[in-house]
């Protein structure tokens, strides 16, 4: 009696397993999309899709490189603007995010069910530029009604301390909530929110009690980049030799990072240094650009299928 009841929870528990992995969300192989040959760009370190211009992708450089930021057209990878941010400096720019203007949260609700009325772009000045230590700034900016040329404005700074020296990852829901993951050697990198609060108040120093760490383990500094879904629900990120992906109904990332370990996607062919990642506007896969000369941007369809292992 005793092996049958056994042999029966195994079972139970392997049916469980398998109707998780059929449900799992999956994703199609990498389509190559427009190479972006602009001499400009040769360190794209980060990358988040337009809510407001059909096709755009926003990139830039790390450290090296003046504070500007580009337009680049997902189709054929042709470079369509240049934005210079006024009264900003690219100590070492890590990661760029394109969510619900910080200050417009702070008057009016912002949710996944309510489309704001203009969107940010958030630059993460967060790398330690080659060991030198991190500025740990994130600017936030007003996304461009056209796609060309200009000189934007910092419309406010956030600027915070904590314990880790590099991180790569900056992600923003859609109810205007930002969160900072660290890079660490081996992969077990933290996650923490940043307050609302610290918006034009000066440095603070974050509580790393409302911290987790990431459960997944590499052979390099990861991870090197992450978005957070249109929808708030799913949270990718991107290490050196491959891509991971969460599934956080509650939006409780911090929770998902402690309490879970990401599935990884196996339909994702790794290219060295690839930094840059992000959803496309409407969740139904994610971009992906490595940086170097002359490198194309892959997408990755959102499927069903057994293409997500955890």
């Known amino acids: 009696m005793e092996m049958c009841q056994r042999f029966s929870l195994l079972l139970s528990l392997l049916l469980i397993d398998a109707r998780a992995a059929c449900s799992a969300t999956t994703f199609g192989n990498g389509e190559a999309k427009g190479t972006v040959g602009s001499h400009h760009i040769t360190e794209a370190s980060g990358l988040a899709a337009s809510h407001v211009h059909n096709g755009v992708l926003y990139t830039h450089n790390d450290k090296g ?11 054929n990878g042709n470079l369509l603007a240049t934005f210079v941010v006024r009264n900003a400096q690219n100590y070492d720019w890590e990661d760029i ?6 200050d417009d949260c702070a008057r009016i609700t912002c949710s996944a069910t309510t489309t704001p009325s203009r969107y940010c772009i958030y630059i993460a000045d967060t790398g330690d530029h080659g060991g030198d230590g991190a500025k740990n700034i994130i600017y936030m900016i007003r996304e461009p009604a056209n796609i060309k040329d200009a000189t934007l404005d910092v419309v406010d700074t956030l600027s915070f301390s904590w314990t880790e020296p590099d991180a790569e990852t900056l992600m923003v829901s859609p109810d205007g909530r930002l969160f900072i993951v660290s890079k660490v050697h ?11 609060s610290a918006w034009g108040q000066g440095r603070v120093n974050l509580d790393m009690s409302k911290t987790a760490t990431l459960q997944i383990t590499t052979t390099s500094n990861d991870p090197q980049g992450g978005d957070i879904s249109p929808d708030g629900t799913e949270i990718l990120l991107v290490a050196e030799e491959g891509a991971y992906y969460f599934s956080v109904p509650d939006g409780n990332y911090i929770n998902a990072f402690r309490s879970s370990q990401p599935a990884r996607i196996l339909s994702y062919q790794p290219v060295p240094s690839t930094e840059a990642i992000c959803w496309s506007p409407t969740g139904s896969g994610f971009y992906v650009l490595a940086e170097g000369s002359n490198q194309k941007i892959y997408y990755y369809p959102k499927i069903s299928g057994p293409t997500v292992v955890g």
């Open 97 to 102: 995010a394109v969510g619900p203007c910080a």
């Open 186 to 196: 081996g992969g077990k990198a933290k996650i923490t929110e940043l307050p609302a």
């Open 65 to 75: 490189d003046s504070s500007h930021f580009f337009a680049v057209q997902v189709g």
